[in-house]
């Protein structure tokens, strides 16, 4: 059995990774570590409950008591835990340092001593890049956050490099756009507008609308995750996105179309301080290895509406 750990696996794309590679990887005992803040519920997990290859420990990345011992018996840790919400990392931006960058810190030194560590995989984003006006941003590119939130995942994305450098703990970073898919707590754009249109709650659009976002289906997240596992290389940098580029406008046009409303639920309000203007990358890199997204994003929202109105809304 390969031992897996699994930090912030109660979260949206860590309960879906967790449960992809409960099916997928039936020789895989995952672990998961999870605070159980606001966004990471115990409901996420609750199918695999009873499972005897899978274990929830309630705690804090940043107790290096409870998350340390954990890290050490593992061959495999993947590391989702963050706070991640860049509304709230503007009031808060010190929760976003101590989770994100110390909290990644504590799980790096137990991973330079752990005996049987075969991959650390630091789960970054792509805001780290900064505003992208045009083009791709490559993982060879400059880092130019903008915001407390994406500060937080460069400052621990360089810090787990780090670790490669000095002291050789196997990192392999990934880097991935905006994902969308069951799960998902309703303050990021996508559930928060499916929800409030569900209930017939306007819709709060930032400015003009036409951020740009390149969405990407959690469950092609957690295949380039996987597929890194196996073929990824210990000090690399991989961009995961879905190809789906779409300004926040369309995408708010596209909700309402899919839940039976229309424009009038629009409420323009005003910008967010520092708000990135569009992301895309270029994902090459992981192409090469033999990944792509399978999800066609037309469908893949639809899915995702019916999943906020048949079980979401008990469900978060």
Aim: hydrophobic fraction near 40%; include cysteine.
């Amino acid at each position: 059995m390969t031992k897996v750990l699994v930090t912030g696996g109660a979260g949206f794309i860590g309960s879906n990774f967790v449960r992809w590679a409960h099916e997928a990887q039936p020789d895989w005992q995952l672990t998961t570590l999870d605070k159980l803040t606001y966004a990471g519920r115990r409901e996420n997990l609750r199918d695999l409950d009873g499972s005897a290859r899978h274990r929830f420990v309630h705690g804090d990345i940043a107790d290096a008591a409870v998350a340390a011992p954990l890290v050490q018996e593992a061959n495999v840790v993947v590391h989702f835990a963050a706070e991640t919400h860049v509304d709230r990392s503007l009031l808060a931006a010190g929760e976003f340092i101590q989770t994100d960058v110390f909290g990644t810190f504590v799980l790096l030194e137990a991973a330079r001593h752990a005996p049987n560590l075969r991959r650390f995989v630091q789960i970054s984003t792509d805001e780290v890049y900064g505003s992208v006006p045009e083009g791709f941003s490559r993982e060879t590119d400059e880092l130019r956050p903008r915001n407390p939130y994406s500060a937080s995942k460069a400052g621990a994305d360089r810090l787990a490099y780090s670790y490669f450098a000095t002291y050789g703990v196997p990192v392999i970073i990934t880097r991935a756009s905006n994902n969308y898919g069951a799960n998902q707590f309703p303050e990021k754009v996508i559930p928060l507008f499916i929800t409030n249109a569900i209930d017939g709650i306007p819709v709060p659009l930032y400015g003009d609308g036409l951020n740009i976002r390149d969405w990407l289906h959690v469950e092609d997240h957690c295949r380039g995750i996987d597929l890194l596992l196996t073929k990824g290389v210990p000090g690399e940098v991989y961009n995961i996105g879905g190809g789906n580029e779409v300004t926040n406008l369309d995408l708010t046009h596209r909700i309402l179309a899919l839940t039976g409303r229309d424009a009038s639920l629009i409420r323009p309000v005003a910008d967010r301080p520092g708000h990135d203007r569009r992301y895309c990358l270029d994902t090459t890199k992981l192409r090469g290895l033999g990944w792509a997204p399978q999800a066609e994003f037309e469908s893949g929202l639809a899915a995702t509406v019916r999943w906020y109105r048949e079980i979401g809304r008990a469900h978060v």
